[in-house]
């Protein structure tokens, strides 16, 4: 029922879906609707926890993989971004309530956000374990990664951020950021490189002798 909602609303919009347009859509009675869902905002509010969900499930496997740790915060950083992106244009003209209902949408993320900010915490005690990032502490930075990548998520999925740019440079800035930020050691950049798909194949930076890559070493 959820998905089938969900499907209403990215055709038709949030504001011009009926609770009986849902009804009609799912096959379902209406008394069978509004014995799960009050209004047509508390099946909103499901549609937004359904995607989170998806989204979270998208991270964990993330942060399951044997890589590491300041290969997996990239790619953490990398699946937010772009899932959420997916998330919002697959769903239509469901994009506008995104983000016109910001603060609504804020009310059912926070078991994604509590979520991501223990992954984030997993992977930098790890890589401070290891030695490949210098901070003191874990937790704090846990949280200002996780509010940094939030903060994003607009200005991302609308386009703005290095629209010049293709996305290999636009990570490599990214990655040069966020390996500043958590102090990664002069040592591990030789041996913790960041490979790439280029049309030659899956190229490994520190082999490679263009430009963009010569700088990913600073």
């Known amino acids: 029922m959820v998905d089938v909602a969900r499907q209403s609303f990215a055709k038709n919009g949030v504001d011009d879906t009926t609770m009986n347009d849902i009804a009609v859509a799912s096959k379902k009675g209406r008394r069978t609707l509004y014995t799960y869902f009050k209004s047509k905002e508390d099946i909103y509010m499901a549609v937004v926890e ?25 790619r953490l950083i990398e699946t937010h971004l772009d899932s959420i992106k997916m998330v919002v244009f697959r769903n239509g003209t469901l994009r506008a309530g995104f983000f016109r209902d910001i603060w609504r949408v804020e009310a059912v993320r926070k078991n994604f956000d509590r979520t991501e900010t223990k ?37 991302y999925i609308r386009g703005q951020i290095g629209e010049e740019l293709d996305d290999e440079t636009g990570w490599a800035y990214v990655a040069k ?7 990664r050691k002069e040592q591990n950049k030789d041996k913790l490189t960041y490979n790439y798909k280029s049309k030659y194949g899956i190229i490994n930076r520190k082999d490679c002798d263009c430009d963009r890559c010569r700088s990913w070493y600073w």
Request: with cysteine.
């Open 50 to 74: 359904s995607e989170l969900e998806m989204l979270s499930g998208a991270m964990e496997k993330v942060a399951e993989q044997d890589i590491a740790p300041d290969t997996k915060i990239l």
């Open 119 to 155: 992954l984030f915490r997993q992977v930098l005690t790890e890589g401070k374990e290891k030695g490949i990032f210098d901070i003191d502490n874990v937790n704090i930075v846990a949280d200002i990664v996780h509010y940094c990548v939030k903060g994003i998520e607009a200005p």
């Open 177 to 183: 950021i966020v390996y500043g930020a958590l102090g």
